[in-house]
């Protein structure tokens, strides 16, 4: 998770906390577009390679299944130790800001004060709004001015975890069920189809969440895709590998 810093129109629209909570919700969808699209793309590079070696469909679901757990459980447990390693963090940061209240109150609040004032408040102004903040929460007034944080809406790691499996397992499916479904001799055609589409919409929709050009987000997801399935294609078709 990224803290962008405020800048004078954070002061000047009430809105903002708004905006804020809004910008926070898109970051976890797009992170869950993310994930999807590393199932997709891990799970069908897996069954095509299988696919390819053998016409069978017991190791094809085997390997499919495996893969979704093992890549599932994975991204869980990383998205857990990252986010909460970043708990930590904020938890460290607000505890040194409620020891510092309590040990030099005039200072932090001219501290926050000056906030204000290089935000393009006047002085007055500044130490006003400093004063009435501070009377009203000063612990909640110092955190997200100087830290950015909401001390009532920190990250929380297994909500993290659950998203980043369920979205893998969501995007995983789809190559999975692409390759069960079709007879044997469309299932790799099926899949490959079924899987750049997927990439298409993925990469479009992060790609709008994100604010870059959707054009060239799909291009890099679809080309990343289609490549890994052609590698792992050609594994399977190695002699020796194949059945």
């Not at 893969?67 to 130790?81: D, N, P, Q």
Request: hydrophobic share 50%; glycine share 8%; aromatic share 4%.
């Amino acid at each position: 998770m990224l803290f962008v810093e405020q800048t004078s129109d954070s002061a000047t629209h009430p809105h903002e906390p708004h905006a804020e909570g809004l910008a926070s919700r898109l970051n976890w969808l797009r992170a869950g577009v993310l994930g999807a699209n590393d199932g997709i793309v891990s799970t069908a590079g897996l069954v095509v390679g299988v696919a390819s070696a053998t016409a069978a469909t017991g190791p094809i679901l085997t390997a499919g299944v495996a893969g979704l757990v093992a890549g599932a459980i994975s991204m869980a447990a990383g998205e857990y130790i990252s986010v909460s390693t970043q708990r930590d963090s904020e938890r460290a940061l607000l505890s040194k800001e409620r020891r510092e209240l309590a040990e030099e109150p005039d200072y932090e609040l001219a501290e926050l004060a000056e906030i204000y004032r290089r935000k393009g408040l006047s002085e007055q102004t500044a130490r006003q709004v400093a004063e009435e903040l501070t009377a009203h929460d000063a612990f909640a007034a110092h955190a997200e001015a100087e830290l950015g944080l909401n001390p009532d809406e920190l990250t929380n790691p297994w909500q993290a975890a659950f998203s980043s499996a369920v979205s893998f397992t969501l995007g995983a499916l789809l190559p999975l069920l692409a390759i069960l479904l079709p007879p044997a001799s469309w299932r790799i055609p099926v899949t490959f189809a079924a899987v750049l589409v997927a990439l298409a919409v993925t990469g479009s929709i992060s790609a709008r969440l994100g604010g870059s050009n959707p054009r060239r987000a799909v291009l890099r997801v679809v080309v990343g895709g289609a490549l890994a399935m052609a590698v792992t294609y050609a594994i399977g078709r190695i002699p020796g590998v194949s059945a």
